[in-house]
């Protein structure tokens, strides 16, 4: 199993460790040379939404991303990559689009608004989030499915091969999130087998 991890900001090194602890392959995706590479699942950490955005589409990789998890490659998304995946975001910052989910940016405040806790999330169970200005989800609809909520706020969601999160388990010690989304990649390559 080889899964690609957009390494253009973010947490992207902590996915990786994450990954390899849990004795899944993973390369970088820097540029669009890189997505030659056989990969069967995306990993989009977080960073600045907008930003990720802009430079997906100066290096000529956005189609590409965008094309490849619409035709069914599974995609986790934290923080920022959960934005980027949701067709509605607050400010109309729509990027990817991809995801039946509304998403409000910054929604707990700027750095001060960050802040850990522990809750539920269906399929993994009780698990630590780390949020750091985080994002959460407005509304889902369609086929989307809520995974976990904190305070009534929709932090995990999941639609077909996606996965979101408004946290980052990559910044904890549980790698059951990545477990979770390793498992999914696995059932999309049956599918497909």
């Keep these: 199993m080889q899964i690609g991890i957009l390494a253009l900001q973010g947490a992207f090194a902590e996915h990786a460790a994450m990954l ?21 699942g995306l990993i989009v950490p977080g960073g600045e939404s907008t930003v990720i955005g802009k430079l ?3 290096l000529d990789c956005f189609d590409l991303v965008q094309e490849r998890i619409q035709n069914g490659l599974p995609v986790f998304g934290t923080c920022a990559g959960l934005i980027l995946l949701a067709k509605e975001a607050e400010g109309g910052h729509v990027q990817l689009g991809t ?5 409000r940016r910054n929604a707990y405040g700027r750095q001060l608004g960050s802040f850990a806790t522990t ?3 269906k399929g993994v169970g009780k698990i630590p989030m780390v949020f750091i200005r985080a994002p959460y989800i407005t509304a889902v609809s369609g ?3 809520v995974l976990a909520e904190v305070d009534g706020k929709i932090v995990a969601a999941k639609q077909g091969n996606q996965l979101v999160t408004a946290f980052h388990p990559e910044l904890t010690q549980d790698t059951r ?5 390793l498992h999914m990649v696995e059932e999309a390559a049956k599918k497909n087998a």
């Design 20 to 40: 390899r602890q849990l004795g899944a392959s993973c390369f970088e995706i820097r540029q669009k040379r890189d997505l030659d590479q056989p990969m069967d």
């Design 143 to 145: 086929t989307a499915e």
């Design 177 to 181: 999130v990545h477990a979770y989304f």
């Design 56 to 58: 997906l589409k100066e």
């Design 119 to 121: 809750a539920e999330m």
């Design 99 to 103: 995801m039946d989910i509304s998403a």
